[in-house]
Structure formats: structure tokens, C-alpha cells
T-cell receptor, first 120, second 112 residues
Framework: AQKVTQAQTEISVVEKEDVTLDCVYE???????LFWYKQPPSGELVFLIR??????QNEISGRYSWNFQKSTSSFNFTITASQVVDSAVYFC?????????????????FGKGTKLTVNP | DAGITQSPRHKVTETGTPVTLRCHQT?????MYWYRQDPGHGLRLIHY???????DKGEVSDGYSVSRSKTEDFLLTLESATSSQTSVYFC???????????FGPGTRLTVT
């Protein structure tokens, strides 16, 4: 079964601290895609990054970085020098394609999210 | 930003009444999705569409139906609303299934 686990329900840090949000996934697919989304207190969902299973290079975008390790089925997200504006719920998601195995639908499976609070 | 709007943004309705939520996109994305978000469950897929008049069920489709008569519009209908359908509903669109989805602002539905 496809599954995404975000074991950290809530994290609280002080501004300027580095923080890592964990994401562990399960899939039988050889080709799959991983995503991170941010949901700030205003409620909208903002796309942050997409990674396919063939590309294990780490990605850095400003203060954000992502560490993808197939060996441990993890796709962790690190915020360096956190800021109050980073306070949000962060979701990791896995896209798998069941059309070949189950002859039908496909879905984006979300973890339950990690609520990050950055205090001034 | 995929130019996605949802209407209404907030709705309170009574048990047993029909409710239709609308999602409208201006980006000509082929794929459209309806999710619900509930505390402790994250986001769960209700239905999705892979083209005009082409729809399929997600993991929590019972009690919901959808229609897509135009590329830009995807309707979610609760035929007879129940209190368990109180939730925040998000519409999303995507260019292709392997790519990211872009989400609308959400609709908060309360069934009393």
C-alpha cells in the first residue's frame, strides 16, 4: 500500500533556528513522485517542490532544502534560519499510479502534515 | 498560481439538503480534483477528472458525485448532506498526473 508518514505532528522553534521536517513514504512503484506543500494559517495550499524517484539529488531553494534518500524511503525538508513567516502546516505527498496494477484510478497520497510554529 | 476559484467559500446547510460546490480554473489544465481536509486525516481525494465528462472516484467518494461539462468547471455535489461531510473542500488542477497540483482557496462547508 502507498503511504506517507509525517511522524512529527507539531514542531515549535525559535526564529533563526534550523528545522527539519521528516517524511517517510511507502510504495511498490518503481516510478513515483514526491511533493511538499505548505499551508499557512490563511488556509491555502502552496506547492513547494516535486521530486521524481529517479532523481536523488538534493535540492536547495533559498532557505529551503530537501534531502531525498531512496535507501531509507525518506524525503525530508529543512528550513535554515527559520522565520515567523515559515509558520504553517507542511504536507508531504506521494503520487503513485495504480493503473497498471489495479486497472483504475491514481491518487496523490498526503501525509497528515506537520504543524511548524516559529516563535519570534 | 493556476487561477483557481471556488464558490461558495463558506456555506452552512442542513442535513438532508443537496449542496453543489463549484471549482473554476482559467489555466486550461486537463486534470481536476476534489479533496476534503479534516483534522487528523490530512487531505483525502474525493473524485477527480481527467478530461471533459471523464471522472473517477477517489478514496472517499461515498455520498459525493461530480460533473465536468467544460474544461474549466468541475462541480462537486452532495446529494443529501450529512454532518460527517462537514469539512474544508479543496479543488486542485494539474497539467498532467506526474506533475504538481495547484489548489484553490477552499470551501468551508458546515452541515448542521
Amino acid at each position: 500500500a502507498q503511504k506517507v508518514t509525517q511522524a512529527q505532528t507539531e514542531i515549535s522553534v525559535v526564529e533563526k533556528e534550523d528545522v527539519t521536517l521528516d517524511c517517510v513514504y511507502e510504495t511498490r512503484d518503481t516510478t513515483y513522485y514526491l511533493f511538499w506543500y505548505k499551508q499557512p494559517p490563511s488556509g491555502e495550499l502552496v506547492f513547494l517542490i516535486r521530486r521524481n524517484s529517479f532523481d536523488e539529488q538534493n535540492e536547495i531553494s533559498g532557505r529551503y532544502s530537501w534531502n531525498f534518500q531512496k535507501s531509507t524511503s525518506s524525503f525530508n525538508f529543512t528550513i535554515t534560519a527559520s522565520q515567523v513567516v515559515d509558520s504553517a502546516v507542511y504536507f508531504c505527498a506521494l503520487r503513485h499510479d495504480t493503473r497498471l496494477t489495479q486497472g483504475g484510478s491514481e491518487k496523490l497520497v498526503f501525509g497528515k502534515g506537520t504543524k511548524l510554529t516559529v516563535n519570534p | 498560481d493556476a487561477g483557481i476559484t471556488q464558490s461558495p467559500r463558506h456555506k452552512v446547510t442542513e442535513t438532508g439538503t443537496p449542496v453543489t460546490l463549484r471549482c473554476h480554473q482559467t489555466e486550461n489544465h486537463r486534470y481536476m480534483y476534489w479533496y476534503r481536509q479534516d483534522p487528523g486525516h490530512g487531505l483525502r481525494l474525493i473524485h477527480y477528472s481527467y478530461g471533459v465528462k471523464d471522472t473517477d472516484k477517489g478514496e472517499v467518494s461515498d455520498g459525493y458525485s461530480v460533473s465536468r461539462s467544460k474544461t474549466e468547471d468541475f462541480l462537486l455535489t452532495l446529494e443529501s448532506a450529512t454532518s460527517s461531510q462537514t469539512s474544508v473542500y479543496f479543488c486542485a488542477t494539474g497539467v498532467a498526473t506526474a506533475y504538481e497540483q495547484y489548489f484553490g482557496p477552499g470551501t468551508r462547508l458546515t452541515v448542521t
